[in-house]
Structures are given as C-alpha cells and as structure tokens.
C-alpha cells in the first residue's frame, strides 16, 4: 500500500507538506478509495507491529508515535490540499475517507 502510493503520486510525492509548480490532484489509483494511503499503510504496520512484538512498551510504541504524526499532520495537509486545490478538493473529500474505505 505504501509502495503504491508512492507510484501512483509518482513525482508529485515529497516528504514536506507542498504542493509544487503544475501540481495536480492525483484521485486515481489507491487515491480513488482514501485520501492518505500512506498514513493507512504506517497505521496498519503499527497494528502489526504492536501484535507481533512480545512488549508491552516497545510492540505499541510505533501505534502511539503514529497517533502523534497523525493528529499534526493530517488536517495540516488537507487544509494546504483545499488552499490549494478548492472545491476539486472538497467534491474528492466528498467521495473519499480519511484512512479506511466506507469507513473512515
């Protein structure tokens, strides 16, 4: 999922929040079912990783660290996303969830 991600932003993909020169609103692909593949697939290795590791600190740890990333970054970068984007943005928040398909 995060592989695919990338592939589908292709050049458009950057580790900062920004949108560059020509940007455009990618909707197809893993985009087409949730607006933040990425933060999906970090969500779901943190579940995995906090199953897996036989601790009780450390097998959560990355769940709790990706709770913080979220809660800063996401709504940081749908408002740069309707700045920049308008109501395009709007009608795909519209059709699409934040992480998880029909769901949320």
């Given at each position: 999922?995060?592989?695919r991600s990338h592939s589908d932003l292709g050049r458009y993909w950057s580790v900062t929040?920004?949108?560059r020169e020509n940007h455009r609103l990618i909707t197809e692909g893993i985009y087409r079912y949730v607006r933040h593949p990425m933060y999906a697939a970090l969500f779901l290795y943190s579940i995995g990783q906090a199953l897996v590791?036989?601790?009780w600190v450390a097998g959560p740890s990355y769940f709790v660290?990706?709770?913080i990333l979220f809660?800063?970054?996401i709504g940081?970068?749908?408002r740069m996303m309707l700045e920049?984007?308008?109501d395009e943005?709007?009608?795909y928040k519209a059709r699409t969830k934040r992480l998880v398909p029909a769901i949320w």
């Open positions: 999922m995060l592989y929040l920004e949108v590791v036989p601790n660290t990706f709770g809660a800063l970054r940081a970068e749908e920049a984007f308008g943005y709007t009608a």
